[in-house]
């Protein structure tokens, strides 16, 4: 599962108060967000669900169609 919004911090009234900001690309957390983007390359894991707070990832051979 990927996170979309901050649930900690200023966000950690949530799901009360939702905190939409551009999560992906925040400083802090885009070393972070290479080696997960970089797992989910190598495994080859597809999105099959997602909202504006999560999206829902899967390895290859469990989505169903």
Known sequence: MR???KTV???SRWPE???IGDY???E????RNDYFNAFLLKY???EVWSNEIF????PP???KN
Do not use: S
């Open 24 to 26: 992906f690309t925040n």
């Open 3 to 5: 996170q979309k919004v």
């Open 9 to 11: 911090h200023e966000g």
């Open 17 to 19: 108060e939702v905190v």
């Open 44 to 46: 080859q894991y597809q």
């Open 61 to 63: 051979g469990k989505a």
């Open 55 to 58: 999206a829902i990832l899967v």
């Open 28 to 31: 802090k957390n885009i070393g």
